[in-house]
Protein backbone atom coordinates (compact mmCIF):
# COMPACT_ATOMS: atom_id res chain seq x y z
CA UNK A 1 0.00 0.00 0.00
CA UNK A 2 1.59 3.70 -0.94
CA UNK A 3 0.05 4.91 1.83
CA UNK A 4 2.89 2.99 4.11
CA UNK A 5 5.11 5.37 2.38
CA UNK A 6 4.15 8.20 2.12
CA UNK A 7 0.75 10.90 2.30
CA UNK A 8 -1.43 10.63 -1.17
CA UNK A 9 -4.20 13.22 -2.28
CA UNK A 10 -6.04 13.99 -5.50
CA UNK A 11 -4.80 15.74 -7.94
CA UNK A 12 -6.81 19.40 -9.05
CA UNK A 13 -9.97 19.01 -10.51
CA UNK A 14 -9.89 15.09 -10.50
CA UNK A 15 -11.60 14.11 -7.90
CA UNK A 16 -11.48 10.03 -9.29
CA UNK A 17 -7.16 9.76 -9.18
CA UNK A 18 -4.81 9.18 -6.51
CA UNK A 19 -1.11 10.91 -6.24
CA UNK A 20 1.61 10.76 -4.25
CA UNK A 21 1.99 14.42 -1.73
CA UNK A 22 5.66 14.12 -2.49
CA UNK A 23 7.96 14.83 -5.58
CA UNK A 24 10.58 12.70 -7.37
CA UNK A 25 13.55 13.04 -5.65
CA UNK A 26 11.50 12.23 -1.99
CA UNK A 27 9.72 9.73 -3.30
CA UNK A 28 13.37 8.13 -4.96
CA UNK A 29 14.73 8.21 -1.55
CA UNK A 30 12.08 6.00 -0.36
CA UNK A 31 12.84 3.73 -2.81
CA UNK A 32 9.76 4.64 -5.09
CA UNK A 33 10.10 5.06 -9.16
CA UNK A 34 8.38 8.73 -9.78
CA UNK A 35 6.34 8.56 -13.02
CA UNK A 36 4.52 10.98 -15.14
CA UNK A 37 1.06 10.38 -17.47
CA UNK A 38 0.57 13.00 -19.63
CA UNK A 39 -2.82 13.58 -21.00
CA UNK A 40 -3.02 15.62 -24.01
CA UNK A 41 -6.35 16.77 -25.74
CA UNK A 42 -4.55 15.90 -29.37
CA UNK A 43 -5.48 12.57 -28.69
CA UNK A 44 -9.00 13.44 -28.18
CA UNK A 45 -9.16 15.27 -31.22
CA UNK A 46 -7.50 12.20 -33.09
CA UNK A 47 -10.01 9.75 -32.14
CA UNK A 48 -13.16 12.30 -32.36
CA UNK A 49 -11.96 12.95 -36.09
CA UNK A 50 -11.23 9.12 -36.77
CA UNK A 51 -15.12 8.77 -35.58
CA UNK A 52 -16.14 11.53 -38.03
CA UNK A 53 -14.26 9.77 -41.08
CA UNK A 54 -15.60 6.38 -39.59
CA UNK A 55 -19.35 7.58 -39.15
CA UNK A 56 -19.74 9.93 -42.38
CA UNK A 57 -17.78 7.85 -45.03
CA UNK A 58 -17.68 4.27 -43.64
CA UNK A 59 -13.89 4.16 -43.37
CA UNK A 60 -11.73 3.55 -40.70
CA UNK A 61 -8.34 5.00 -40.04
CA UNK A 62 -5.94 2.61 -38.26
CA UNK A 63 -3.47 5.53 -37.34
CA UNK A 64 -0.87 2.96 -36.23
CA UNK A 65 -0.61 1.64 -39.73
CA UNK A 66 -0.27 4.75 -41.70
CA UNK A 67 2.72 5.34 -43.82
CA UNK A 68 5.02 7.72 -41.64
CA UNK A 69 7.00 8.71 -44.51
CA UNK A 70 3.84 9.82 -47.25
CA UNK A 71 4.86 13.01 -49.34
CA UNK A 72 2.16 14.37 -49.13
CA UNK A 73 1.81 14.75 -45.57
CA UNK A 74 5.66 15.89 -44.85
CA UNK A 75 4.41 18.47 -47.76
CA UNK A 76 1.52 20.04 -45.10
CA UNK A 77 4.97 20.60 -42.98
CA UNK A 78 6.71 22.40 -45.96
CA UNK A 79 4.75 24.58 -46.30
CA UNK A 80 3.78 25.43 -42.49
CA UNK A 81 0.24 24.77 -42.57
CA UNK A 82 0.53 23.51 -39.05
CA UNK A 83 -2.93 25.15 -37.33
CA UNK A 84 -3.97 22.23 -35.14
CA UNK A 85 -0.50 20.12 -35.31
CA UNK A 86 0.53 18.92 -32.50
CA UNK A 87 3.84 20.92 -31.35
CA UNK A 88 4.36 22.78 -34.77
CA UNK A 89 1.89 25.39 -34.30
CA UNK A 90 3.51 28.55 -33.80
CA UNK A 91 4.75 31.29 -36.22
CA UNK A 92 8.61 30.43 -35.61
CA UNK A 93 8.00 26.84 -36.06
CA UNK A 94 6.16 27.59 -38.77
CA UNK A 95 8.57 29.26 -40.78
CA UNK A 96 11.76 27.32 -39.91
CA UNK A 97 9.70 24.08 -41.31
CA UNK A 98 9.19 26.26 -44.55
CA UNK A 99 13.15 26.56 -44.86
CA UNK A 100 13.51 22.96 -44.13
CA UNK A 101 11.10 21.37 -45.74
CA UNK A 102 10.76 17.85 -43.65
CA UNK A 103 11.80 14.98 -46.57
CA UNK A 104 11.20 12.36 -43.82
CA UNK A 105 10.06 11.45 -40.08
CA UNK A 106 13.57 11.92 -38.77
CA UNK A 107 13.84 15.85 -39.93
CA UNK A 108 10.26 15.91 -37.43
CA UNK A 109 12.15 14.28 -34.46
CA UNK A 110 14.98 16.92 -34.97
CA UNK A 111 12.92 20.01 -35.09
CA UNK A 112 10.93 18.73 -31.79
CA UNK A 113 14.09 18.97 -29.78
CA UNK A 114 15.71 21.96 -31.59
CA UNK A 115 12.86 24.34 -31.42
CA UNK A 116 13.66 25.30 -27.47
CA UNK A 117 15.43 27.55 -25.83
CA UNK A 118 19.35 26.92 -26.41
CA UNK A 119 19.25 24.90 -29.30
CA UNK A 120 17.08 26.87 -31.39
CA UNK A 121 20.47 28.59 -32.80
CA UNK A 122 21.54 25.14 -34.29
CA UNK A 123 18.61 25.23 -36.82
CA UNK A 124 19.59 27.61 -39.81
CA UNK A 125 23.03 25.43 -39.07
CA UNK A 126 20.55 22.33 -39.42
CA UNK A 127 18.56 23.27 -42.25
CA UNK A 128 22.04 24.78 -44.48
CA UNK A 129 23.63 21.50 -43.86
CA UNK A 130 20.70 19.26 -45.08
CA UNK A 131 20.71 21.79 -48.17
CA UNK A 132 24.41 20.88 -48.81
CA UNK A 133 25.02 24.87 -48.15
CA UNK A 134 27.18 24.06 -45.11
CA UNK A 135 29.46 20.92 -45.21
CA UNK A 136 28.64 18.41 -42.50
CA UNK A 137 32.05 17.30 -40.50
CA UNK A 138 32.39 14.76 -37.91
CA UNK A 139 34.84 14.84 -35.37
CA UNK A 140 35.91 11.05 -35.83
CA UNK A 141 34.93 8.65 -38.61
CA UNK A 142 33.43 6.67 -35.24
CA UNK A 143 30.91 9.08 -35.04
CA UNK A 144 29.28 9.35 -38.48
CA UNK A 145 26.79 6.69 -38.30
CA UNK A 146 25.24 8.26 -34.94
CA UNK A 147 25.41 11.90 -36.04
CA UNK A 148 24.47 11.65 -39.97
CA UNK A 149 20.65 11.61 -39.21
CA UNK A 150 21.28 14.95 -37.75
CA UNK A 151 23.61 16.50 -40.28
CA UNK A 152 26.28 16.23 -37.69
CA UNK A 153 24.64 18.12 -35.28
CA UNK A 154 24.30 16.20 -31.76
CA UNK A 155 20.71 16.68 -31.32
CA UNK A 156 19.45 13.84 -28.94
CA UNK A 157 20.51 12.51 -25.48
CA UNK A 158 20.64 8.77 -27.06
CA UNK A 159 23.26 10.15 -29.41
CA UNK A 160 25.45 11.45 -26.22
CA UNK A 161 25.41 7.88 -25.16
CA UNK A 162 26.10 6.12 -28.44
CA UNK A 163 28.84 8.17 -28.90
CA UNK A 164 30.38 7.60 -25.28
CA UNK A 165 30.21 4.24 -26.27
CA UNK A 166 31.40 4.02 -30.00
CA UNK A 167 34.00 6.65 -29.12
CA UNK A 168 35.16 6.01 -25.17
CA UNK A 169 34.46 2.66 -24.69
CA UNK A 170 31.84 3.63 -22.01
CA UNK A 171 29.32 0.33 -20.87
CA UNK A 172 25.57 1.70 -21.61
CA UNK A 173 25.02 1.85 -17.91
CA UNK A 174 28.20 3.94 -17.33
CA UNK A 175 26.80 6.17 -20.82
CA UNK A 176 23.47 5.97 -18.97
CA UNK A 177 25.39 7.83 -15.88
CA UNK A 178 26.25 10.35 -18.15
CA UNK A 179 23.08 11.42 -20.19
CA UNK A 180 21.23 11.49 -16.12
CA UNK A 181 24.05 13.91 -15.37
CA UNK A 182 23.06 15.84 -18.93
CA UNK A 183 19.47 15.39 -18.27
CA UNK A 184 18.80 16.43 -14.78
CA UNK A 185 22.22 19.31 -15.21
CA UNK A 186 24.18 18.11 -12.73
CA UNK A 187 27.10 19.38 -13.54
CA UNK A 188 29.76 18.48 -10.69
CA UNK A 189 28.86 14.45 -11.67
CA UNK A 190 29.37 15.92 -15.31
CA UNK A 191 32.91 17.67 -14.96
CA UNK A 192 33.45 14.08 -13.24
CA UNK A 193 32.64 12.08 -16.56
CA UNK A 194 34.61 14.39 -18.28
CA UNK A 195 37.93 12.94 -16.50
CA UNK A 196 36.52 9.31 -16.84
CA UNK A 197 36.19 10.18 -20.83
CA UNK A 198 38.99 11.47 -21.38
CA UNK A 199 41.09 8.71 -19.90
CA UNK A 200 38.59 5.80 -21.62
CA UNK A 201 38.85 7.42 -24.54
CA UNK A 202 43.43 7.13 -24.19
CA UNK A 203 42.44 3.76 -23.51
CA UNK A 204 40.78 3.68 -26.73
CA UNK A 205 44.12 4.86 -28.25
CA UNK A 206 42.34 8.13 -29.14
CA UNK A 207 44.31 11.42 -28.73
CA UNK A 208 43.85 13.35 -25.38
CA UNK A 209 43.02 16.69 -27.62
CA UNK A 210 40.70 14.86 -29.81
CA UNK A 211 38.82 13.71 -26.58
CA UNK A 212 39.03 16.82 -24.74
CA UNK A 213 37.71 18.57 -27.72
CA UNK A 214 34.82 16.26 -28.11
CA UNK A 215 33.89 16.75 -24.43
CA UNK A 216 33.85 20.06 -24.37
CA UNK A 217 32.78 20.98 -27.85
CA UNK A 218 29.93 18.49 -27.81
CA UNK A 219 29.27 16.81 -24.78
CA UNK A 220 29.38 19.95 -22.32
CA UNK A 221 27.44 22.64 -24.49
CA UNK A 222 24.53 19.61 -25.28
CA UNK A 223 23.95 19.56 -21.64
CA UNK A 224 22.43 22.76 -21.84
CA UNK A 225 20.01 21.61 -24.23
CA UNK A 226 20.28 18.08 -24.82
CA UNK A 227 16.81 16.23 -25.42
CA UNK A 228 15.60 12.61 -25.27
CA UNK A 229 14.94 11.31 -28.90
CA UNK A 230 12.20 8.55 -27.53
CA UNK A 231 10.34 11.18 -25.95
CA UNK A 232 10.20 13.52 -29.12
CA UNK A 233 9.88 10.66 -31.06
CA UNK A 234 6.56 10.01 -29.62
CA UNK A 235 5.68 13.80 -30.20
CA UNK A 236 6.54 13.49 -33.51
CA UNK A 237 3.74 10.71 -34.37
CA UNK A 238 1.49 12.68 -32.76
CA UNK A 239 2.34 15.35 -34.52
CA UNK A 240 2.31 13.35 -37.53
CA UNK A 241 -0.69 11.44 -36.85
CA UNK A 242 -2.63 14.90 -36.79
CA UNK A 243 -0.99 15.70 -39.94
CA UNK A 244 -2.17 12.71 -41.59
CA UNK A 245 -5.73 13.65 -40.76
CA UNK A 246 -5.38 17.11 -41.39
CA UNK A 247 -4.36 16.18 -45.01
CA UNK A 248 -6.60 13.77 -45.93
CA UNK A 249 -10.00 14.37 -43.97
CA UNK A 250 -9.07 18.13 -43.67
CA UNK A 251 -12.87 19.09 -42.38
CA UNK A 252 -13.30 16.02 -40.47
CA UNK A 253 -9.94 17.17 -38.84
CA UNK A 254 -11.22 20.85 -38.49
CA UNK A 255 -14.41 19.60 -36.80
CA UNK A 256 -12.58 17.44 -34.22
CA UNK A 257 -10.45 20.59 -33.88
CA UNK A 258 -13.25 23.23 -33.42
CA UNK A 259 -15.24 20.93 -30.72
CA UNK A 260 -11.70 20.51 -29.07
CA UNK A 261 -11.38 24.37 -28.32
CA UNK A 262 -15.18 25.34 -28.28
CA UNK A 263 -14.34 27.14 -24.89
CA UNK A 264 -11.87 28.95 -26.63
CA UNK A 265 -12.98 31.65 -28.72
CA UNK A 266 -9.81 33.21 -29.82
CA UNK A 267 -8.86 29.89 -31.13
CA UNK A 268 -12.47 28.92 -33.17
CA UNK A 269 -12.18 32.66 -34.88
CA UNK A 270 -8.49 31.26 -36.02
CA UNK A 271 -10.05 27.91 -36.75
CA UNK A 272 -13.01 30.00 -38.30
CA UNK A 273 -10.45 31.98 -40.75
CA UNK A 274 -8.60 29.09 -42.09
CA UNK A 275 -11.77 27.13 -43.18
CA UNK A 276 -12.30 30.31 -45.22
CA UNK A 277 -9.31 30.22 -46.69
CA UNK A 278 -9.57 26.36 -47.59
CA UNK A 279 -13.33 27.37 -49.30
CA UNK A 280 -14.58 25.66 -46.00
CA UNK A 281 -17.90 27.39 -44.71
CA UNK A 282 -18.53 27.61 -41.33
CA UNK A 283 -22.46 28.08 -40.44
CA UNK A 284 -24.15 29.29 -37.50
CA UNK A 285 -26.05 26.80 -35.09
CA UNK A 286 -29.49 24.61 -37.33
CA UNK A 287 -31.94 23.22 -34.85
CA UNK A 288 -32.44 20.33 -37.51
CA UNK A 289 -28.80 20.09 -38.97
CA UNK A 290 -26.68 20.93 -35.62
CA UNK A 291 -25.46 18.09 -33.02
CA UNK A 292 -24.41 19.18 -29.55
CA UNK A 293 -20.97 20.45 -30.57
CA UNK A 294 -19.56 21.51 -33.83
CA UNK A 295 -21.40 19.30 -36.81
CA UNK A 296 -19.75 18.31 -40.26
CA UNK A 297 -22.05 18.43 -42.80
CA UNK A 298 -20.00 17.65 -45.81
CA UNK A 299 -16.24 18.59 -47.04
CA UNK A 300 -17.21 22.16 -47.40
CA UNK A 301 -19.42 23.06 -45.10
CA UNK A 302 -19.01 22.77 -40.77
CA UNK A 303 -22.43 24.21 -38.64
CA UNK A 304 -21.76 25.76 -34.90
CA UNK A 305 -23.06 22.90 -32.51
CA UNK A 306 -26.02 23.65 -29.96
CA UNK A 307 -23.62 23.54 -27.10
CA UNK A 308 -22.36 26.93 -28.67
CA UNK A 309 -25.66 28.75 -27.82
CA UNK A 310 -25.52 30.53 -24.78
CA UNK A 311 -28.74 29.80 -22.37
CA UNK A 312 -29.62 27.09 -23.67
CA UNK A 313 -29.20 24.47 -21.70
CA UNK A 314 -28.38 20.48 -21.45
CA UNK A 315 -32.18 19.64 -20.85
CA UNK A 316 -33.29 22.01 -23.80
CA UNK A 317 -30.26 20.50 -26.43
CA UNK A 318 -30.91 16.80 -25.31
CA UNK A 319 -34.51 17.63 -25.73
CA UNK A 320 -33.75 18.57 -29.45
CA UNK A 321 -31.36 15.91 -30.33
CA UNK A 322 -33.81 13.18 -29.42
CA UNK A 323 -36.44 14.38 -31.64
CA UNK A 324 -34.50 15.08 -34.40
CA UNK A 325 -32.99 11.83 -34.30
CA UNK A 326 -36.89 10.29 -35.25
CA UNK A 327 -37.69 13.18 -37.35
CA UNK A 328 -36.53 16.60 -38.76
CA UNK A 329 -38.92 19.34 -37.69
CA UNK A 330 -41.17 20.60 -40.47
CA UNK A 331 -42.81 23.46 -39.28
CA UNK A 332 -42.79 25.66 -35.81
CA UNK A 333 -45.78 23.87 -34.62
CA UNK A 334 -43.94 20.62 -35.06
CA UNK A 335 -41.27 22.12 -33.11
CA UNK A 336 -43.10 23.00 -30.55
CA UNK A 337 -45.32 19.92 -29.57
CA UNK A 338 -42.48 17.46 -30.04
CA UNK A 339 -40.04 19.40 -27.59
CA UNK A 340 -42.12 20.72 -25.10
CA UNK A 341 -41.76 23.27 -22.05
CA UNK A 342 -37.94 22.51 -22.26
CA UNK A 343 -36.99 24.18 -25.74
CA UNK A 344 -41.18 26.73 -25.34
CA UNK A 345 -39.86 29.21 -22.71
CA UNK A 346 -38.66 32.71 -23.37
CA UNK A 347 -34.85 31.95 -22.45
CA UNK A 348 -34.64 29.12 -24.78
CA UNK A 349 -36.05 30.60 -27.33
CA UNK A 350 -34.62 33.83 -27.75
CA UNK A 351 -31.57 32.03 -27.41
CA UNK A 352 -32.45 29.72 -31.03
CA UNK A 353 -33.95 32.86 -32.33
CA UNK A 354 -30.74 35.39 -31.90
CA UNK A 355 -28.07 32.37 -32.67
CA UNK A 356 -30.43 31.67 -36.06
CA UNK A 357 -31.20 28.43 -35.34
CA UNK A 358 -34.62 28.73 -36.48
CA UNK A 359 -34.05 30.96 -39.31
CA UNK A 360 -35.86 28.30 -41.74
CA UNK A 361 -38.94 28.87 -39.81
CA UNK A 362 -39.71 32.45 -40.04
CA UNK A 363 -38.09 35.89 -40.13
CA UNK A 364 -36.18 36.50 -36.37
CA UNK A 365 -37.72 39.56 -35.30
CA UNK A 366 -41.09 37.98 -36.50
CA UNK A 367 -40.28 35.16 -33.72
CA UNK A 368 -39.15 36.64 -31.46
CA UNK A 369 -42.72 39.21 -31.00
CA UNK A 370 -44.31 35.25 -31.49
CA UNK A 371 -42.66 34.17 -28.14
CA UNK A 372 -46.37 34.42 -26.09
CA UNK A 373 -47.99 32.85 -28.76
CA UNK A 374 -45.94 29.96 -28.85
CA UNK A 375 -46.11 29.25 -24.84
CA UNK A 376 -50.23 29.61 -24.99
CA UNK A 377 -50.35 27.38 -28.15
CA UNK A 378 -48.22 25.00 -26.19
CA UNK A 379 -50.45 25.23 -23.34
CA UNK A 380 -53.43 24.76 -25.32
CA UNK A 381 -52.31 22.01 -27.00
CA UNK A 382 -51.45 20.31 -23.48
CA UNK A 383 -54.67 21.40 -21.77
CA UNK A 384 -56.72 19.05 -24.92
CA UNK A 385 -54.35 16.65 -24.45
CA UNK A 386 -54.64 16.50 -20.63
CA UNK A 387 -58.50 16.68 -21.25
CA UNK A 388 -59.08 14.74 -24.28
CA UNK A 389 -61.18 17.33 -26.02
CA UNK A 390 -61.46 17.31 -30.09
CA UNK A 391 -63.65 19.49 -31.79
CA UNK A 392 -66.12 17.75 -34.45
CA UNK A 393 -63.83 18.53 -37.23
CA UNK A 394 -60.10 18.36 -35.36
CA UNK A 395 -59.65 14.72 -36.25
CA UNK A 396 -60.44 15.13 -39.95
CA UNK A 397 -56.65 17.11 -40.23
CA UNK A 398 -53.58 15.73 -37.44
CA UNK A 399 -51.36 18.53 -38.88
CA UNK A 400 -53.41 20.85 -37.31
CA UNK A 401 -52.76 19.71 -33.67
CA UNK A 402 -56.75 19.06 -32.38
CA UNK A 403 -57.89 21.67 -34.21
CA UNK A 404 -55.19 24.73 -32.89
CA UNK A 405 -53.50 26.53 -35.68
CA UNK A 406 -50.32 28.50 -35.05
CA UNK A 407 -48.87 31.78 -37.48
CA UNK A 408 -46.12 33.78 -36.32
CA UNK A 409 -46.89 37.38 -35.40
CA UNK A 410 -46.38 39.62 -38.70
CA UNK A 411 -48.22 42.91 -37.33
CA UNK A 412 -46.68 44.76 -34.22
CA UNK A 413 -49.91 44.90 -31.84
CA UNK A 414 -48.48 48.34 -30.46
CA UNK A 415 -48.22 50.16 -33.77
CA UNK A 416 -50.70 47.80 -35.76
CA UNK A 417 -47.31 48.23 -38.32
CA UNK A 418 -45.87 45.24 -40.33
CA UNK A 419 -42.69 43.76 -37.96
CA UNK A 420 -39.62 45.18 -40.34
CA UNK A 421 -37.11 42.02 -40.52
CA UNK A 422 -33.88 42.27 -38.51
CA UNK A 423 -31.16 44.59 -39.81
CA UNK A 424 -27.74 43.18 -41.11
CA UNK A 425 -26.08 45.11 -38.09
CA UNK A 426 -28.21 43.73 -35.47
CA UNK A 427 -28.50 40.17 -36.55
CA UNK A 428 -24.30 40.04 -36.39
CA UNK A 429 -24.99 41.85 -32.34
CA UNK A 430 -26.90 39.05 -31.54
CA UNK A 431 -25.01 36.15 -33.13
CA UNK A 432 -21.83 37.25 -31.29
CA UNK A 433 -23.66 37.61 -28.28
CA UNK A 434 -25.36 33.93 -28.38
CA UNK A 435 -22.82 32.33 -30.16
CA UNK A 436 -19.55 34.45 -29.96
CA UNK A 437 -18.92 35.03 -33.62
CA UNK A 438 -20.91 37.15 -35.86
CA UNK A 439 -21.49 34.40 -38.62
CA UNK A 440 -23.60 36.73 -40.64
CA UNK A 441 -20.44 38.49 -41.75
CA UNK A 442 -17.60 40.23 -40.50
CA UNK A 443 -18.21 44.20 -39.13
CA UNK A 444 -15.19 45.46 -40.69
CA UNK A 445 -15.00 43.26 -43.76
CA UNK A 446 -14.27 45.19 -46.82
CA UNK A 447 -13.11 47.99 -44.59
CA UNK A 448 -9.47 46.82 -43.87
CA UNK A 449 -7.42 48.74 -46.85
CA UNK A 450 -9.46 51.84 -45.42
CA UNK A 451 -8.40 50.92 -41.92
CA UNK A 452 -4.57 50.98 -42.72
CA UNK A 453 -5.00 53.95 -44.89
CA UNK A 454 -6.18 56.26 -42.51
CA UNK A 455 -4.09 54.82 -39.43
CA UNK A 456 -0.71 56.34 -38.94
CA UNK A 457 2.39 54.74 -37.71
CA UNK A 458 0.47 51.47 -37.34
CA UNK A 459 3.73 49.61 -39.40
CA UNK A 460 5.72 49.94 -36.26
CA UNK A 461 2.92 47.83 -34.55
CA UNK A 462 3.44 44.81 -37.09
CA UNK A 463 7.05 45.55 -36.56
CA UNK A 464 6.46 44.80 -33.23
CA UNK A 465 4.33 41.92 -33.42
CA UNK A 466 6.61 39.84 -35.60
CA UNK A 467 9.19 40.55 -33.29
CA UNK A 468 7.38 39.20 -30.16
CA UNK A 469 6.51 36.28 -32.23
CA UNK A 470 10.22 35.61 -33.02
CA UNK A 471 11.20 36.06 -29.17
CA UNK A 472 8.00 33.66 -27.58
CA UNK A 473 10.52 31.04 -27.74
CA UNK A 474 13.53 32.98 -25.39
CA UNK A 475 10.97 34.18 -23.19
CA UNK A 476 9.73 31.03 -21.98
CA UNK A 477 11.85 30.42 -19.14
CA UNK A 478 10.10 27.58 -17.80
CA UNK A 479 10.55 25.05 -20.29
CA UNK A 480 7.80 22.27 -20.71
CA UNK A 481 7.04 19.83 -23.98
CA UNK A 482 3.37 20.45 -23.39
CA UNK A 483 1.53 21.60 -26.35
CA UNK A 484 0.94 25.37 -27.33
CA UNK A 485 3.45 26.36 -25.31
CA UNK A 486 4.01 29.70 -27.85
CA UNK A 487 0.75 30.34 -26.74
CA UNK A 488 0.75 30.16 -23.37
CA UNK A 489 4.31 31.12 -22.66
CA UNK A 490 5.05 34.37 -20.34
CA UNK A 491 4.22 37.72 -22.49
CA UNK A 492 6.38 40.23 -20.59
CA UNK A 493 8.27 41.72 -23.46
CA UNK A 494 8.73 45.47 -23.74
CA UNK A 495 5.91 46.37 -21.90
CA UNK A 496 4.29 46.38 -18.30
CA UNK A 497 2.09 43.39 -18.09
CA UNK A 498 -1.68 44.15 -16.47
CA UNK A 499 -2.94 40.99 -15.49
CA UNK A 500 -7.23 40.82 -15.10
CA UNK A 501 -7.62 38.07 -12.36
CA UNK A 502 -11.26 38.65 -12.30
CA UNK A 503 -12.24 36.25 -14.26
CA UNK A 504 -9.71 33.73 -14.22
CA UNK A 505 -11.05 31.47 -17.42
CA UNK A 506 -10.37 34.47 -19.81
CA UNK A 507 -6.61 34.86 -18.52
CA UNK A 508 -6.00 37.91 -20.79
CA UNK A 509 -3.01 39.83 -21.15
CA UNK A 510 -3.31 43.83 -20.66
CA UNK A 511 -0.37 45.31 -22.52
CA UNK A 512 0.24 48.90 -21.43
CA UNK A 513 3.45 51.11 -21.59
CA UNK A 514 5.22 52.32 -18.28
CA UNK A 515 4.44 55.91 -19.38
CA UNK A 516 0.80 55.51 -18.55
CA UNK A 517 0.74 54.38 -15.47
CA UNK A 518 -1.81 56.16 -12.83
CA UNK A 519 -0.14 57.18 -9.92
CA UNK A 520 -3.23 59.01 -8.76
CA UNK A 521 -5.67 55.79 -9.12
CA UNK A 522 -4.10 52.88 -8.63
CA UNK A 523 -5.84 49.45 -9.78
CA UNK A 524 -7.60 47.33 -7.57
CA UNK A 525 -6.25 44.57 -5.66
CA UNK A 526 -7.78 42.08 -8.89
CA UNK A 527 -4.82 44.11 -10.76
CA UNK A 528 -1.24 43.82 -10.86
CA UNK A 529 1.25 45.46 -12.67
CA UNK A 530 4.50 44.43 -13.62
CA UNK A 531 7.05 46.66 -14.93
CA UNK A 532 9.51 44.56 -16.73
CA UNK A 533 11.39 47.04 -19.69
CA UNK A 534 13.75 45.59 -22.08
CA UNK A 535 16.97 47.03 -21.03
CA UNK A 536 18.69 45.71 -24.47
CA UNK A 537 16.35 48.28 -26.35
CA UNK A 538 16.29 52.27 -26.27
CA UNK A 539 13.05 53.63 -24.48
CA UNK A 540 11.28 54.39 -27.78
CA UNK A 541 8.15 56.32 -27.83
CA UNK A 542 5.49 55.78 -31.25
CA UNK A 543 2.75 57.78 -31.11
CA UNK A 544 0.30 55.66 -33.33
CA UNK A 545 -3.58 56.62 -34.70
CA UNK A 546 -5.20 53.29 -34.60
CA UNK A 547 -8.92 52.51 -35.88
CA UNK A 548 -10.42 49.28 -34.57
CA UNK A 549 -14.31 48.26 -33.45
CA UNK A 550 -14.49 47.53 -30.00
CA UNK A 551 -14.77 43.93 -28.99
CA UNK A 552 -15.89 43.79 -25.49
CA UNK A 553 -15.69 46.37 -22.36
CA UNK A 554 -14.56 45.59 -18.64
CA UNK A 555 -14.96 48.69 -16.00
CA UNK A 556 -13.19 48.56 -13.15
CA UNK A 557 -13.68 50.22 -9.47
CA UNK A 558 -9.60 51.48 -8.36
CA UNK A 559 -8.64 51.38 -4.35
CA UNK A 560 -9.65 55.14 -4.60
CA UNK A 561 -13.04 54.66 -5.52
CA UNK A 562 -12.16 56.02 -9.25
CA UNK A 563 -13.57 54.03 -12.62
CA UNK A 564 -10.99 52.50 -14.78
CA UNK A 565 -11.95 51.14 -18.00
CA UNK A 566 -10.16 48.07 -20.29
CA UNK A 567 -11.61 47.61 -23.67
CA UNK A 568 -10.51 44.92 -26.76
CA UNK A 569 -10.39 46.48 -30.13
CA UNK A 570 -10.27 44.71 -33.35
CA UNK A 571 -8.00 46.48 -36.15
CA UNK A 572 -6.91 45.39 -39.25
CA UNK A 573 -4.77 42.38 -38.66
CA UNK A 574 -4.38 42.70 -34.50
CA UNK A 575 -6.67 43.65 -31.53
CA UNK A 576 -5.17 45.89 -29.25
CA UNK A 577 -6.28 46.66 -25.77
CA UNK A 578 -7.18 50.42 -24.74
CA UNK A 579 -6.93 51.31 -21.13
CA UNK A 580 -8.60 54.41 -19.24
CA UNK A 581 -7.54 55.37 -15.71
CA UNK A 582 -9.74 57.23 -14.04
CA UNK A 583 -8.03 60.93 -14.66
CA UNK A 584 -9.40 60.09 -18.42
CA UNK A 585 -12.32 57.88 -17.55
CA UNK A 586 -14.98 61.01 -17.17
CA UNK A 587 -13.61 62.34 -20.70
CA UNK A 588 -13.92 58.76 -23.08
CA UNK A 589 -16.15 56.55 -21.52
CA UNK A 590 -19.06 57.55 -23.45
CA UNK A 591 -17.16 56.95 -26.50
CA UNK A 592 -16.00 53.52 -25.90
CA UNK A 593 -19.00 50.90 -26.92
CA UNK A 594 -19.04 47.64 -27.63
CA UNK A 595 -19.47 47.13 -32.11
CA UNK A 596 -18.32 51.15 -32.24
CA UNK A 597 -15.60 52.09 -34.57
CA UNK A 598 -13.28 54.40 -33.02
CA UNK A 599 -9.94 56.33 -33.63
CA UNK A 600 -7.65 55.91 -30.86
CA UNK A 601 -4.23 58.28 -30.44
CA UNK A 602 -1.47 57.42 -27.88
Keep these: PMTNFCPLQ?????????VTQFSAHPLEALGLLKMDFLGLRNLAILDRAIRIVEEEHQIKVDLLKIDFEDPKVLALFGEGDMTGVFQFESDGMRRYLKELKPSNFEDLIAMVSLYRPGPLAYIPEFIDRKFGRKVVEYPHPSLEAILKPTYGIAV???QIMQLVQAFAGFSLGEADILRRAIGKKKYDLLMEQRDKFIQAAHIQWHKEDLAIYIFDEIIEPFAGYGFNKSHAACYSMIAYQTAYMKTYYPTEFMVALMVSDEEDMDRIKMEINEAKVKWVKIL???????????????NTTIRFGLTAIKGLGEWPIATIRNAVKNEKFTTIDDIIERTGWEVINKKSLESLIYSWALDDFGERNSLLA????????LKEIESKRETSQMGLFDGLDTSDHAGVHFELVTIDPTTQKKIEPM?????MKWEKAMIGYPVSGDPLEGTYDFIRQKSKNIGAIYEWLEKRKEKAPENNTEWSMDEEWAEKSPQNIETNTVQDKIDPKENEDWDMPPEIQDTDSPPPPDIEIDITPDEKEPDVVINATVIGIVTSIRKIQTKTGGMMLMATVESAGFDFRLVLFSRDYETYVNKVEEDRVIIVEG
Design 10 to 18: PPPKDPTTT
Design 156 to 158: YQE
Design 284 to 298: PPDINQSRQHFTYVD
Design 370 to 377: SITKMTAY
Design 423 to 427: TFEAR
